[in-house]
């Protein structure tokens, strides 16, 4: 299954590559913005993350035809800092972050990610880790599940939809992602179900950031990712939901902003100049002309944070 990249060249370019420099790539996926980033440093090197096996075996040849002066590593990029240490490397000219799941993964119906298609309840990126949907689902307290529905699918009907997985899983567990769906409709009141868009979005949403614990990753990129920047470093992140790209605006906006220059009393001298800034201040969204070839990148935004 093919993964279309996402913002390739903008991504790519905001990076603002350097030949020799050190990149890190944290969301490798098959390779799409890799491999670009790879063709543009001949004299530098590549870190690739990825936690999901799968995408670290297909995306060795793609690079391996591009160049070899590249490593994998499979492992959650919210442990990225602690791996590239264990590498010998503190700092490094950018980083990148394409967020979410990868299309290969979405559209394999084994993998559980759908509603599209009936398989066990699942949704692991690293196919090696424990916890998975079916637990979130069936065993998650009422409340603790209700949250990751509430905060992370952001569906208005998020409390009906726990109360009717809470009373079904009462009865006997749910066991697959088209069962989920029937109790997702079965809780949803008939105005909810007209509307546009299929009504078990949202929850597959919030189980899968649950699953994958994407928001603690993001939390960890957007505290460490910054320390790691030499001077003219980039950070780019590439996000597909609102929640994800408040977290990094917010981030972004704080570190480039002179705290001290919000209150009226200091004198210029005194103002610490901030030590980044964006060279783009609003966000960038793909073209008409990607949104109607790849509807996946139709909700994308790429902010880049630069460490002057
Ligand atoms: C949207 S895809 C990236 C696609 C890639 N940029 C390309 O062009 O092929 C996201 C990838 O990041 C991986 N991923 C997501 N969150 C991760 C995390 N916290 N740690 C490691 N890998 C993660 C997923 O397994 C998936 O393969």
Same mark, same amino acid.
């Not at 944290?26 to 390779?31: D, F, H, K, S, Y």
């Given at each position: 299954m093919k993964h279309v990249s996402v913002l390739l060249e903008e991504a790519v370019d905001c990076l603002a590559i350097k030949q020799g420099g050190t990149y890190v790539d944290?969301?490798?996926? *098959?390779?799409g913005h890799s491999r670009e980033i790879l063709k543009r440093i001949p004299q530098g090197h590549l870190y690739c993350f990825d936690k999901d096996a799968t995408a670290l075996t297909e995306s060795k040849p793609r690079l391996e035809e591009v160049g070899t002066n590249f490593t994998l590593i499979q492992s959650d990029f919210s442990h990225f800092k602690e791996e590239l240490e264990a590498r010998g490397v503190s700092k490094v000219d950018g980083i990148l972050a394409d967020l979410g799941v990868s299309s290969p993964q979405f559209d394999d119906p084994s993998r559980g990610f759908s509603y599209r298609y009936d398989a066990r309840l699942d949704m692991r990126m690293?196919? %090696?880790? *424990?916890?998975d949907a079916y637990e979130v689902v069936n065993h998650y307290p009422f409340e603790k599940l209700l949250q990751v529905l509430r905060d992370y699918g952001e569906d208005p009907d998020a409390y009906r939809i726990a109360k009717e997985i809470d009373k079904r899983r009462s009865i006997a567990p749910i066991e697959t992602t088209f069962q989920l769906v029937d109790v997702i409709k079965a809780a949803k009141p008939a105005k909810a179900l007209a509307k546009k868009g299929h009504p078990a979005k949202q929850t597959f949403q919030a189980l899968r950031i649950e699953v994958n614990g994407e928001e603690d990753a993001l939390e960890a990129l957007l505290q460490d990712g910054p320390d790691l920047l030499k001077e003219d470093g980039r950070l780019s992140i590439i996000t597909f939901m609102s929640l994800d790209d408040r977290l990094v605006k917010r981030r972004f906006a704080s570190l480039a902003t002179?705290?001290? %220059?919000?209150?009226?009393?200091?004198r210029p001298e005194e103002i610490e100049e901030p030590e980044f800034d964006l060279p783009s201040k609003k966000a960038i969204l793909p073209s008409e002309e990607e949104m109607a070839e790849n509807p996946r990148s139709i909700s994308a935004k790429l902010r880049t944070l630069r460490k002057k």
């Open positions: 944290l969301t490798l996926g *098959r390779a690293d196919q %090696s880790q *424990r916890l002179v705290e001290g %220059s919000r209150h009226g009393f200091l």
